[in-house]
């Protein structure tokens, strides 16, 4: 039960008048959202990294079966250079650093970059 005589409870509320003069229509704002920007991991060819490794490396890191991964590694030998994946640029640089470090591991000088999609 309610106190009428208590001075809060009988004050009017603040804000627009009930005849709606001074009331005010608040629009909602549409954000543009854009997608993340996408990054390519490339491998370049080098004259002492393995085939093999390039293959294991493909499977390993890229999650390719061997078809796919063996197409990637001979573009890369043909070609100079293959995309191994396009990702995000957090996922796309952490990738290229478990590259250059699994290559680094086994003694390879296989070179991995990051370029815009």
């Known amino acids: 039960m309610t106190n009428p005589l ?3 409870l009988m004050a009017k509320p ?4 009930e005849d709606g ?3 005010a229509v608040a629009e909602k704002e549409e954000l543009a959202l854009e997608p993340p920007r996408l990054f390519q991991v490339v491998m370049l060819n080098d004259d002492f990294t393995p085939m093999e490794f390039v293959v294991f490396v493909l499977q390993e890191h890229f999650r390719h079966d ?3 991964a063996t197409q990637i590694m001979l573009k890369i030998h043909h070609e100079g250079r293959g995309v ?3 990702y995000t640029k957090d ?3 952490t990738k290229v650093e478990l590259v250059l470090a699994a290559a680094r591991q086994a003694g390879h000088p296989l070179q991995c970059i990051l370029e815009t999609a």
């Open 91 to 93: 996922v796309a640089a």
């Open 21 to 23: 003069h001074g009331a």
């Open 84 to 86: 191994c994946g396009v």
């Open 66 to 68: 061997i078809e796919t």
């Open 6 to 8: 208590h001075p809060l």
């Open 14 to 17: 603040e804000g627009p008048a």
